[in-house]
């Protein structure tokens, strides 16, 4: 017999519950007309007066019709159950292999990540409303407050969302190396003055911009608001942003740029200082290192720690408004 053949016992079965209906209704049909004609001819109702074996015959038949309906329902109904077990497994093996999945996909603890990557976790806890922090150290903002402003500005509404957004940068009201010129005389840094103004007005600009977002959104029932800046004097190497007390990106300003000062303004000419060259950090492209709260004992240390240390600066840090009104003249 070739393999995946029925055998003759099977294929006799699926042929008798084929034809089982057919031949119970046809005896049902042949007892109903059978009875019909004894009403009206009555050599026919003689002859089946008293035949009691008849009637217990037919009942048989009804019973038999009767049994062979709730097996059948029975098998249906275990059948629909078998399935509906099957299908509740097929659903719990594919959520399961989706989690993994996302959990593959999503940045893990300590792998790095891009600034896109920053914002777009910024957009999906803003989104999510209730209280959200956003904290930010960096250069001037650039790369952090201006990509946030256009979230803000695109939000859903949502009365009840509260919006707190820090930003640290650097004092460029006081003399400072880096940012700053390498001197042709001696390769030495030194102080660059005209660059450190043209700083103080790009962050006030930022801190402007941002600051608008406060009624917009209120118009707009996006939610409440707050901004604040604030100033430490140091160099900006370290790019540290905290979302929440969730997740934390931080990074380094490891990229140099070297060119001449254009922002020295017109001086008159010096042998000794007009070959010296502006030394910038550029922050665009810099990859970051992603920590999470949920990914370990070791997320959760380094989310704490560096929001400790962020927390540390900003005590520390005057405002940005008592500073820029000092101007950038290096006083």
Not at 11 to 27: D, F, M, N, P, Y
Not at 146 to 169: A, C, F, G, T
Not at 286 to 314: I, M, N
Request: glycine residues 10%; neutral net charge.
């Amino acid at each position: 017999m070739a393999e995946g053949r029925p055998s003759l016992g099977g294929r006799v079965a699926a042929r008798w519950s084929r034809a089982e209906t057919t031949v119970t209704k046809g005896l049902l049909l042949a007892v109903f007309c059978v009875g019909l004609l004894a009403q009206f001819v009555k050599p026919v109702g003689d002859a089946l007066q008293g035949k009691t074996y008849i009637g217990g015959a037919l009942l048989s038949i009804v019973g038999y019709v009767l049994y062979a309906e709730v097996l059948r329902l029975n098998t249906a109904h275990d059948a629909q159950r078998e399935g509906t077990r099957q299908l509740h497994e097929t659903v719990r093996r594919l959520s399961d292999e989706v989690r993994e999945l996302t959990a593959r996909l999503r940045p893990q603890s300590g792998e790095e990540a891009t600034a896109d990557r920053l914002l777009q976790e910024c957009a999906q806890a803003l989104r999510r409303g209730g209280e959200i922090e956003l904290w930010g150290m960096c250069f001037t903002g650039e790369t952090f407050v201006e990509p946030l402003r256009r979230v803000l500005e695109d939000l859903p509404p949502d009365p009840s969302r509260s919006v707190s957004v820090r930003v640290l940068v650097p004092d460029f009201t006081r003399p400072i190396e880096v940012p700053g010129l390498v001197r042709l005389a001696d390769g030495r840094l030194a102080d660059a003055p005209g660059f450190r103004r043209h700083l103080v007005e790009t962050i006030t600009g930022y801190e402007r911009g941002l600051r608008t977002m406060r009624g917009r959104m209120a118009r707009k029932a996006q939610g409440a608001l707050s901004v604040e800046f604030r100033t430490v004097h140091m160099s900006p190497f370290l790019k540290l942003y905290v979302v929440g007390d969730e997740v934390v990106y931080e990074g380094i300003y490891d990229k140099l740029d070297v060119r001449p000062d254009e922002y020295r303004g017109p001086v008159p000419p010096d042998p000794e200082t007009d070959g010296d060259q502006l030394l910038d950090l550029i922050g665009h492209g810099s990859l970051l290192t992603r920590w999470s709260r949920y990914d370990g004992e070791l997320g959760r240390e380094v989310v704490a720690r560096r929001r400790a240390f962020f927390g540390t600066l900003w005590d520390a840090a005057a405002p940005l408004e008592a500073r820029s009104a000092r101007g950038g003249s290096g006083a």
